[in-house]
């Protein structure tokens, strides 16, 4: 009994001082028990899975990165960066200015501001044109200016929109000064027609005979903000239907020439004729 007594003693000591030694070196060393170890592991602290986590349902979900609900949505209409400028073209008849190439008569050569209007109350109307009626139909408001006006060769804008209200009885267009890219621009936009008057040979076109004409009219049927580029009805050449000037040069072509036989413009003086539909 005493040598039974004695082991069990004994063995109570080991047991006694072997929880002492786990329980010591637990605590030096951060040692856990596995059932906490395993809790751990269960919320995803161990270095394997550091860039997401696992929900109590066990669904893995992203640590860092938003879900597409919660990233704001920004839609191209207010963004500058993706907007594209609004493009617009206008049907426009079109024909020149010396209509059949007669371009060694000084009555056609000079006919850029009649062409332009007759081309512009087309488009009012909503009619086409041979060029056997735009030759006819330059010939009789030529014409005209003679019998009203007395003889001139150029014609400033202001003197341009008495043809419309004068000859054509139409008075839905006015003159609007000191313009520029913008102003055209925004015209078009509300869907009217611009007739400007300006400098060709800025416009290095060509299809003028060089240097081009200094003192010149043409109609501005739209623009395309792609491009950066004005769309035009140019009557002083047979390949003058949409044809596009970049916005830089044909804003520097800009000026409003005086009316009369050459008559030097006034620089930076700008304007353009707008003609709105019915």
Request: net charge negative; proline share 6%; with cysteine.
């Given at each position: 009994?005493?040598?039974?007594?004695k082991?069990?003693?004994?063995l109570i000591?080991?047991?006694?001082?072997?929880?002492?030694a786990i329980?010591?070196l637990?605590?030096r060393?951060?040692?856990?028990?596995?059932?906490?170890?395993?809790?751990?592991?269960?919320?995803?602290?161990?270095?394997d899975?550091?860039?997401?986590?696992?929900?109590?349902?066990?669904?893995?979900?992203?640590?860092?990165?938003?879900?597409?609900?919660?990233?704001p949505?920004v839609?191209?209409?207010?963004n500058?960066v993706s907007?594209?400028?609004?493009?617009i073209?206008?049907?426009?008849?079109?024909?020149?200015?010396?209509?059949?190439?007669?371009?060694?008569?000084?009555?056609?050569?000079?006919?850029?501001?009649?062409?332009?209007?007759?081309?512009a109350?087309h488009w009012?109307?909503k009619t086409?044109?041979?060029?056997?009626?735009a030759?006819?139909e330059?010939?009789?408001?030529?014409e005209?200016?003679y019998?009203?006006?007395g003889?001139?060769?150029?014609?400033?804008?202001e003197d341009?929109?008495k043809?419309f209200?004068?000859?054509?009885?139409?008075?839905?267009?006015?003159?609007?000064k000191?313009?520029?890219?913008?102003?055209i621009?925004?015209q078009?936009l509300?869907?009217?027609?611009?007739?400007?008057?300006?400098?060709?040979?800025?416009?290095k076109?060509?299809?003028?005979t060089?240097p081009?004409?200094?003192?010149?009219?043409?109609?501005?049927?739209?623009y395309d903000?792609?491009?950066?580029?004005?769309?035009t009805?140019d009557?002083?050449t047979?390949?003058g239907?949409?044809?596009?000037?970049?916005?830089?040069?044909?804003?520097?072509?800009?000026?409003?020439?005086p009316?009369?036989n050459?008559?030097p413009?006034?620089?930076?003086?700008?304007?353009m004729?707008v003609?709105?539909?019915k």
């Open positions: 009994m005493k040598r039974r007594q082991k069990t003693i004994i000591a080991v047991l006694v001082i072997g929880a002492i329980f010591g637990n605590k060393f951060g040692f856990l028990p596995w059932g906490e170890q395993n809790s751990e592991f269960a919320q995803g602290t161990s270095s899975q550091s860039d997401m986590y696992l929900n109590p349902s066990g669904a893995t979900l992203p640590s860092s990165e938003p879900s597409a609900s919660q990233t949505q839609s191209p209409s207010s500058p907007q594209t400028p609004k493009s073209l206008q049907s426009v008849p079109f024909f020149a200015q010396a209509p059949f190439g007669e371009w060694d008569d000084i009555l056609f050569q000079n006919a850029c501001e009649e062409a332009s209007v007759i081309m109350m009012v109307a086409s044109v041979t060029k056997e009626q030759k006819q330059i010939l009789v408001l030529t005209f200016e019998k009203t006006y003889e001139n060769i150029d014609i400033s804008a341009t929109i043809l209200k004068d000859y054509y009885k139409y008075n839905n267009v006015f003159v609007r000191d313009i520029g890219g913008a102003e621009k925004e078009l509300k869907g009217n027609l611009v007739i400007v008057p300006l400098d060709g040979r800025i416009l076109n060509p299809f003028y060089p081009g004409p200094d003192h010149h009219m043409l109609v501005v049927i739209g903000g792609k491009t950066n580029e004005f769309i009805n009557v002083g047979r390949h239907e949409k044809y596009r000037y970049g916005f830089a040069r044909f804003e520097a072509s800009l000026i409003d020439y009316t009369g050459d008559l413009a006034t620089p930076g003086q700008t304007a004729i003609v709105m539909p």
